[in-house]
């Protein structure tokens, strides 16, 4: 049986140097830039499974910052090992817990947590042990690059990426008749992606009403 063909990067950028049919060095060194850009409005649009992830870590005792997992994206839910049974720690405003646990030095078990920045959890009250934390959450996709050939989009959305990168280097190409081809195929294709990702959500939503 023949194997199915798996896109990488070396082959994504030749199909965009290709289909652009520019090999001019302007053009081409922007090759990469075009494919990050594709990547980060894919992963904008649709929550795919293949991003959700669940990171396991220890809180630190009178420590009401947290390091979030390199890569975090959006957070889907916390919860601590107390006494040896998972409780969840709900999500509130950061002003929300300022104003519930105003003395930072004084611990007990959390029971909130927010944003505190971009690489950040705040939670509150400040943690009087060293809880065994779980995380579900978002991962942004590891970037492709020369040294990372292949990830869920080359694996799962490889035409998405294609026609995405080929719309990115549009400021090149601004007189290109292909363009709008290129726009209707990827919006063709987003659309079947995010029509799976909603029925994925729902399966999810599913499980977890009837469990």
Not at 166 to 185: G, H, T, Y
């Amino acid at each position: 049986m023949a194997t199915a063909s798996v896109m990488t990067y070396t082959s994504l950028v030749e199909n965009i140097e290709s289909y652009m049919e520019r090999n001019d060095t302007t053009t081409v060194d922007k090759i990469p830039l075009f494919i990050m850009l594709a990547e980060q409005v894919i992963a904008s649009r649709i929550k795919f499974l293949g991003n959700l992830t669940v990171n396991t870590s220890t809180m630190t005792a009178s420590t009401s910052i947290i390091d979030k997992p390199a890569r975090w994206h959006k957070t889907v839910s916390m919860n601590i090992t107390v006494d040896g049974e998972r409780q969840p720690v709900l999500l509130r405003k950061y002003e929300y817990l300022r104003e519930y646990w105003p003395n930072a030095t004084s611990t007990a078990t959390p029971l909130y947590y927010s944003d505190y920045d971009y690489t950040h959890w705040l939670v509150a009250p400040t943690p009087d042990l060293a809880y065994t934390f779980e995380v579900l959450y978002y991962e942004r996709i590891q970037p492709l690059d020369s040294s990372n050939q292949t990830n869920w989009f080359t694996i799962y959305a490889p035409q998405a990426l294609l026609y995405g990168s080929l719309l990115q280097a549009m400021p090149f190409l601004k007189n290109d008749e292909r363009i709008p081809m290129w726009q209707s195929q990827y919006d063709a294709i987003m659309a079947t992606l995010a029509e799976e990702d909603k029925l994925r959500i729902a399966d999810r939503q599913t499980i977890a009403v009837d469990s």
